[in-house]
């Protein structure tokens, strides 16, 4: 074992104007990879047209990223007691940043591919390490606090990645996307480490679980894959997609049993022996399931049915971040004289009304009616995250927040990805079912359908022509009914989860245990 760090005695926590830089720079650093997840998606036609490659192919750079992020999240543990948690954080934003340059450099869509998974690989490690490092650089007392900012940044990023996307690709080029990282994540990197690099935790000589690692790169990366491809394959009707599942199920199946017996695990699953953290990050998980799938439709509702630009849609999306951006604090600044369990309770139920709300509108809806439950739907998000990560943080050591935080963050990053395959499918299948449903009432025989066919006639369409048009009001119909669908699948599971949080016992203590290294 090498230490890097007093062992005798736990650092002070930061003080003053310290205190105040690490938080800003890592919470940059935090909102720049977070952001990262969504500010390419509406910059893929730019990104495919101008590499002179189709719209799919254009996803790579999406489905990259995710799947070298995922991958890393659960090694955070390892490489954090392998290397230290300062060493290892700043390593990942410098290489978060070198690739996000050459991403921006890129002249060919393979280039632009093995950049944004160089790039995700280093992405990986840094929101659980930032954690990590606010945690043991505040007072115990104002702990809640540092996890109240640190949730803002990795609720709000995810909101407004779209609209920075759309206004940069727009306003200037599509490489602008990945070059604003690079004086933002190097002015982050600089500041922490010299306000860290002298308290730098403990360093242990520990081999790697090669075994485990190579299931968790194949398991992880064959399940991204076949997420990332499924709707476009027809699911298990592919060869490919059904093979690719396989696989995902044996290696991950084989990862948990290896990784519960080995010496020096790649992934601490030991930890879900723990009650809260069990019960925290299934009810994390699962909510996000949902939350994310409400944000995935919502936006392609608004741009393929409704007619919405991307940064319209962006703009009736963001509006969510705005009470939460408020309550976090509040929430931080009470969590321990809180029932947590009582706070994530009204968050669902918060989620669910807004769900049900949404679930009630129609194609005619104004932007001031889709805006309003997405801006009550904020009171929600600071009593969801921040409760849940206090929860799942509790009772444990300080040398066991990144692992905890990178075992969490991997899971609610898979239950996003599978989260984005299921709501996007379930709205496009169906519907495919309400169209069937609404075309069979356009008949000869139905008194409404034949007038406005008439009408169409003397305004000087033809048959066809009313047709088309008739065929066009029904799919923007068929879609909205199937919004409505997802909106009301997720608002059951949001009710669905209550009792598990009740599971959970207190006290909820501080996050992380004592402050210091």
Request: with cysteine; charged share 10%; aromatic share 10%.
């Amino acid at each position: 074992m090498a230490a890097t760090a007093d062992d005798a005695t736990p650092l002070k926590p930061l003080q003053g104007g310290a205190l105040v830089l690490l938080t800003i720079a890592v919470a940059f650093s935090t909102f720049m990879e977070v952001l990262d997840m969504t500010i390419v998606n509406v910059s893929v036609p730019h990104i495919a047209g101008s590499l002179g490659v189709s719209p799919s192919e254009g996803t790579w750079t999406i489905s990259s990223y995710a799947l070298a992020s995922a991958i890393m999240q659960p090694l955070t543990g390892w490489l954090a007691r392998r290397f230290g948690e300062v060493r290892t954080f700043i390593s990942s934003v410098t290489l978060f940043v070198l690739f996000s340059m050459l991403c921006g450099m890129a002249t060919s869509m393979p280039m632009l591919v093995i950049c944004r998974l160089l790039q995700g690989a280093g992405s990986g490690p840094m929101v659980a390490l930032s954690l990590a490092l606010l945690l043991s650089s505040y007072p115990k007392a104002k702990q809640g606090m540092a996890l109240a900012l640190w949730a803002m940044t990795v609720v709000v990023a995810p909101i407004f990645g779209p609209i920075l996307g759309g206004w940069l690709t727009d306003n200037f080029s599509w490489p602008w996307i990945f070059y604003i990282n690079v004086p933002v994540g190097a002015l982050a990197a600089l500041i922490t480490w010299a306000l860290l690099h002298k308290r730098e935790t403990k360093t242990f000589k520990m081999p790697i679980d090669v075994i485990g690692l190579v299931l968790l790169v194949v398991g992880v990366g064959a399940l991204q894959f076949m997420l990332d491809n499924g709707n476009d394959h027809d699911w298990f009707a592919s060869p490919m997609i059904l093979t690719l599942g396989i696989i995902a199920l044996v290696c991950l199946t084989f990862l948990i049993v290896w990784e519960l017996h080995a010496r020096h695990p790649v992934v601490e699953l030991a930890l879900f022996k723990r009650r809260n953290f069990t019960v925290a990050v299934v009810a994390l998980s699962l909510g996000m399931m949902a939350f994310f799938g409400i944000n995935v439709v919502f936006p392609l509702w608004l741009q393929i049915d409704l007619g919405y630009t991307a940064t319209w849609a962006g703009l009736a999306s963001a509006p969510v971040g705005v009470l939460a951006f408020l309550m976090a604090p509040v929430i931080g600044a009470n969590i321990q004289r809180l029932e947590l369990r009582a706070v994530v309770t009204f968050a669902f139920i918060v989620f669910a009304v807004t769900s049900f709300w949404f679930a009630s509108f129609d194609s005619s809806a104004s932007f001031g009616t889709l805006v309003l439950p997405r801006f009550v739907m904020g009171i929600g998000i600071a009593c969801f995250f921040i409760p849940l990560n206090q929860m799942y943080l509790s009772g444990l050591n300080p040398d066991q927040v990144a692992s905890a935080s990178g075992l969490a963050n991997f899971c609610r990053t898979l239950a996003s990805s599978v989260s984005t395959a299921a709501t996007v499918t379930l709205w496009q299948h169906r519907g495919e079912y309400h169209h069937a449903v609404l075309t069979e009432h356009i008949t000869p025989a139905a008194p409404a359908a034949t007038s406005f066919l008439q009408h169409l006639e003397h305004g000087g369409f033809s048959m066809r022509q009313g047709l088309d048009v008739v065929d066009q009001l029904i799919t923007r119909e068929a879609l909205t009914l199937s919004v409505n669908d997802v909106y009301l699948v997720c608002a059951v599971l949001f009710l669905a989860m209550i009792p598990l949080l009740w599971l959970a016992r207190p006290p909820f203590g501080n996050a992380g245990g004592a402050p210091g290294h």
